[in-house]
């Protein structure tokens, strides 16, 4: 069956960095436009990033535009999300999730359909 799942979360300083990692199976992954998505407590979850199928193209939120990096290995069936100069309100849990046959880089969480179980990220002051 499909699956996504995350690793490379974990606990860091203000102003360090963590890369996230999401590795798929089961699907053909270089069909799947592919976001990353992340939850704060008591907040609703929000969109952080989003690559093509290609990779060639990329959209990001702009709390984290400039700071984060998403870039996917078709041939590894994995999606990344570079996080540099990370701060407090950058902590939640954060989600890969995979859009099948959708080309528009889109930001709407209700467009894709395959998600991974989550990465906690906490960002230390």
């Known amino acids: 069956q499909v699956q996504l799942v995350e690793s490379g979360g974990g606990v860091v300083q203000a102003g360090g960095s963590l890369r996230l990692s999401c590795a798929g199976s089961?699907?053909?992954?270089?069909?799947?436009?592919m976001g990353w998505f992340r939850q704060a407590p008591g907040k609703e979850r929000e969109f952080v990033a989003a690559?093509?199928?290609?990779?060639?193209?990329?959209s990001y939120a702009d709390s984290v535009k400039g700071r984060f990096t998403i870039s996917r290995e078709n041939a590894k069936n994995t999606v990344y999300l570079q996080m540099n100069s990370l701060k407090p309100e950058d902590t939640a849990n954060y989600y890969c999730?995979?859009?099948?046959?959708?080309?528009?880089?889109?930001?709407?969480?209700?467009?894709?359909?395959?998600w991974g179980q989550g990465a906690q990220v906490t960002v230390s002051s």
């Open positions: 690559i093509s199928w290609s990779g060639d193209r990329t």
């Open positions: 999730a995979g859009a099948w046959g959708i080309t528009d880089l889109s930001s709407e969480s209700r467009k894709y359909n395959r």
């Open positions: 089961g699907m053909n992954f270089n069909m799947y436009l």
